[in-house]
């Protein structure tokens, strides 16, 4: 590991020493304060009183999930989060990288943003959500679908948006956690927070590291795995860092800067279906930087219009080491041995400026991202150089029309070229229009209904134009984009207890990129643009909190989706379940926590070379089930203000369930941890 964090947790001790003041206020003891999850959502119940949470679970375009709910999951990456956002899903794929698919839609067609930075890695169009840290984050908010133009290019299943946590008044606050679990899993986080005035501090540091994930007891693989339950190559280690200065104007503006850095290594579990063929990969190293800033500002003396600007720089490290076979070992590390390096530099902009009207507001928005990306397919090889510049231009309108309608119009316009294409042919420059309308009405306070219409383009990666994944895939220079053209109908209801969205949804994706096993006995892929895919789907959220310790949850949605063949839309499609299901218990009293949660996935198609067919095989339905009993404890002795131990079972009943064919994801695995929070507020 490269990054120094020991030293960086003795730096956080050291500020956590310091406290703000000697006491907290009778008014505010330290017990009756929490932060909050960003300036929008900010939590009023108390730390040791669980009552319910402030999830936006219902929303018709979008789900917020808190700090409440966000503690309960034990997360250990951002890939976590997929359970608690609705018709969304964790995938593992072959290269060892997990990703959301949001509505059966590919892992590209969702852009995941941390405080205003993109974190998918432009050469892939995606990012390994196993290795984004998550220590920091006080809310998420997940977007299905298109809920705005101004969302930008590529987005065309949603966005996901970590909001790293804020203090809502002055005070200091110091976490310390840790987890154990199986496979000598390993896991130390310390945060840190400090608000005086005008000024936030933040700062996480966390370290984490696991020999591999058990599976299954009944696995029968039929290679690639042995006896033990441990996945074979499945370890990983990595340390993260997170900084985040804030400032908040007396004008009412408010800017941050932001540095998010981590450093890992991780192995690629072989699928178990392929012998010989399987990949034997290693990420010997994977590191990332990220330095983001963002400005909020109102202008015009009647604070008519607001501008909000973000800008960051992105440097992408990593390095894969290929193997023979199973054990490892060869070949020896030489020059001209299959290792490739990938080097990435991105730079990123984006800027809003919007006027606020009587009945609405019209907001316009340009973006713009390069990306330099470097290769070498062999250890002390020759490098190629690519690069892909995307910009984007939009407008949209926000107007409240009276009689309790309201609608969102926008439109504008993409833009993609490839600057550089290593030893491929040049690539003419790519544009694609974006639009999108909603209508919303409001039918008293319990009930809203809503429909949509959106047309958004995703431009394909570079990775999918030009690489060949180690001899995995043939490359296609010649792919075009993807269009989307998608339709929402839907209906929210609230009413006391209850929480209930209702939402049917049909895309038409012409042009979508998908993997095809080439049946040429060499067990290869190509991407190739189909003509057209279609997703049906209908999702259902709901919440009902029957008493102020109990809140069931949960949401389950049904998709078909088939590819246009000889005029009839009844081809399969590679990974699409027929359902995603997810339902929690929660009971929350005098200190304790326990939740439930079940999750189920039905039948999908799964790509498999081997097939001598179609190149896929079907998957059957498959579900686990979790635990989690939690016990919190408010004051201490000396600055502690609170303390609580967990335990957590994954997977209670050891089912098999698998990403991909070949490639099993963990069985029951449990896990421990503790927190400790140090609380210091001014006093009066």
Request: glycine share 12%; with cysteine; hydrophobic share 40%.
């Amino acid at each position: 590991m490269r990054l120094p964090i020991p030293a960086v947790l003795a730096v956080l001790l050291c500020a956590a020493a310091a406290p703000a003041a000697d006491e907290a206020p009778e008014a505010f003891p330290s017990e009756l304060r929490i932060i909050g999850a960003d300036t929008l959502w900010v939590i009023t119940e108390p730390v040791v009183v669980y009552g319910s949470t402030t999830s936006g679970t219902t929303d018709p375009a979008a789900s917020s999930v808190d700090a409440i709910v966000l503690g309960a999951q034990d997360l250990q990456s951002a890939a976590d989060l997929a359970p608690v956002l609705p018709a969304t899903r964790a995938v593992v794929n072959s290269r060892g990288e997990s990703g959301f698919m949001v509505r059966g839609a590919s892992e590209r067609h969702l852009r995941l943003w941390l405080d205003g930075i993109p974190l998918n890695v432009p050469w892939d169009e995606r990012v390994d959500a196993g290795l984004v840290p998550v220590d920091a984050i006080g809310s998420v908010r997940g977007v299905r679908g298109v809920g705005s133009v101004l969302e930008g290019p590529n987005a065309l299943a949603g966005t996901i948006e970590l909001r790293p946590q804020t203090m809502s008044s002055d005070g200091a606050r110091t976490r310390l956690g840790v987890q154990l679990g199986e496979s000598v899993l390993r896991e130390g986080r310390l945060l840190h927070q400090r608000r005086q005035g005008a000024w936030e501090v933040l700062a996480a540091g966390s370290w984490r590291a696991q020999d591999g994930y058990v599976v299954p007891a009944g696995l029968d693989a039929p290679s690639n795995q042995g006896p033990s339950r441990q996945r074979l190559n499945s370890d990983l280690e990595q340390a993260a860092l997170l900084l985040r200065l804030q400032r908040r104007g007396a004008a009412g503006a408010v800017w941050h800067v932001t540095f998010l850095g981590s450093d890992g290594e991780k192995g690629v579990p072989p699928e178990t279906h392929l012998g010989t063929d399987a990949r034997f990969w290693r990420y010997p190293s994977v590191r990332r930087g990220l330095l983001g800033a963002g400005l909020r500002t109102p202008l015009g003396g009647d604070h008519a219009w607001e501008l909000v600007v973000d800008a960051a720089a992105d440097l992408f490290h990593q390095e894969i080491r290929s193997y023979d076979d199973a054990s490892y070992t060869t070949p020896a590390l030489a020059p001209g041995v299959d290792h490739e390096t990938d080097d990435d530099r991105t730079g990123f902009a984006r800027a809003r400026a919007t006027r606020y009207l009587d009945r609405g507001s019209l907001a316009v928005q340009t973006s713009a991202r390069y990306a330099r990306h470097r290769e070498s397919l062999a250890y002390a090889g020759p490098e190629l150089t690519y690069a892909q510049f995307i910009g984007a231009a939009a407008v949209e309108a926000d107007l409240d029309i009276g009689r309790s309608w309201r609608t969102r119009a926008g439109g504008g316009w993409d833009l993609a070229s490839t600057p550089e294409s290593g030893d491929k042919p040049a690539r003419d420059a790519t544009g694609a229009a974006a639009a999108f309308a909603r209508l919303e009405r409001r039918l008293g306070e319990p009930l809203t209904l809503h429909a949509s219409y959106a047309r958004r383009s995703r431009f394909p990666a570079l990775r999918e134009l030009y690489s060949g994944a180690l001899g995995r895939f043939v490359p296609n220079p010649d792919l075009a984009p993807e269009v989307q053209d998608l339709w929402d109908l839907g209906a929210v209801a609230r009413r006391g207890a209850w929480e209930l969205g209702l939402t049917g949804f049909a895309s038409y994706l012409d042009g979508a990129i998908e993997r095809v096993g080439l049946g040429d006995g060499t067990n290869r892929f190509q991407r190739v643009n189909l003509d057209v895919v279609r997703t049906l789907g209908v999702e259902v959220v709901a919440v009902w909190r029957p008493a102020p310790s109990w809140e069931v949850g949960g949401h389950h949605s049904v998709i078909e989706t088939r590819r246009l063949q000889d005029g009839r839309y009844d081809g399969a499609v590679e990974d699409r379940p027929s359902y995603v299901s997810f339902l929690s218990v929660a009971w929350r009293g005098d200190g304790w926590q326990a939740t439930a949660e079940g999750m189920a996935l039905g039948p999908r198609m799964s790509a498999d070379v081997t097939d001598a067919g179609d190149g896929l095989k079907r998957l059957p339905a498959q579900g686990t089930v979790n635990l989690r009993l939690a016990r919190s404890l408010a004051g201490g002795p000396g600055p502690l203000s609170r303390g609580a131990v967990h335990l957590r079972v994954d997977n209670v009943f050891d089912a098999l369930v698998e990403s991909q064919v070949g490639l099993p994801l963990a069985g029951r695995t449990v896990i421990c941890g503790f927190e400790t929070w140090f609380d210091s507020w001014p006093a009066d």
